[in-house]
């Protein structure tokens, strides 16, 4: 499959890359900006249920889905809910990522985030596709952070994709980020039963994400599997 070249595409999502796995979010002027405020006060979660981790070293690698259209993926992404990674404590709410297909190989990644002093807070990177296959599997790299480079392993993988390209949940190959996009800020209760339920499919556990607070989605971060 080809990517079309994009030459003016604007995105607003959430996602799908964080500095490593989308891991890396990191940081643009000293801020990082990928996942969703996590100031949430939950007193108790559920324990860990057997065969489900929040990461999986070791064991089984994240599945992918079949193949992916990168000109169809491409656009603009709500993170909705994620696994809270400690670079991006200090984003409150409305984390968004931008794609746009650049060559055969490339996307262009553009995440941002409104930070706890109400500021946004944004980096730009890149996408290198590692399964020509499926393009389901890519490696992402963010400008100017040290030690980080297209060339490596996979750490951005799509592991569900509606029909459509409306939601989509993503996670680096061992489980230890996991993030839910969508095309628009708030899911439906049908949508939101489909998310936890695809989660723990794909051997996470679904107390381990937290809904990011979106304008015109929801207003807390809440462990996914309250909602």
């Known amino acids: 499959m080809r990517f079309k070249r994009v030459t003016a595409m604007v995105f607003a999502g959430s996602l799908l890359v964080g500095m490593t796995a989308p891991q890396a979010m990191a940081q643009s002027n000293g801020e990082d900006i990928f996942n969703g405020g996590r100031g949430s006060s939950v007193s108790q979660l559920p ?5 489900s981790a929040i990461g999986s070293i070791g064991g089984d690698e994240l599945t992918q889905i079949g193949q992916l259209d990168p000109e169809q993926y491409a656009g603009s992404w709500y993170q909705v809910a ?30 941002s985030c409104t930070t706890l002093f109400g500021t946004t807070s944004d980096i730009t990177g890149k996408a290198q596709v590692t399964d020509p296959e499926t393009n389901a599997s890519l490696r992402v790299a963010f400008d100017g952070i040290p030690g980080q ?19 989509a949940i993503v996670g680096d190959p061992q489980r230890r980020s996991g993030f839910v996009l969508s095309r628009t800020p708030n899911l439906s209760g049908e949508d939101w039963d489909l998310v936890k339920t695809t989660v723990t ?7 381990a994400f937290f ?15 309250t909602k």
Not at 150 to 167: F, H, I, K, P
């Open 201 to 207: 499919d794909r051997g996470w556990w679904d107390c």
């Open 149 to 167: 480079s297209l060339e490596g392993e996979t750490n951005y993988r799509v592991t569900y994709l509606s029909e459509d390209y409306d939601l």
């Open 47 to 51: 324990s860990l249920p057997e065969g």
């Open 82 to 111: 994620a696994v809270p990674q400690p670079y991006t404590l200090q984003c409150l709410s409305n984390t968004k990522a931008k794609y746009e297909v650049i060559d055969d190989a490339t996307i262009s990644v553009k995440n």
């Open 211 to 225: 809904t990011t607070p979106q304008e015109g989605g929801e207003s807390l971060a809440l462990p996914l599997c």
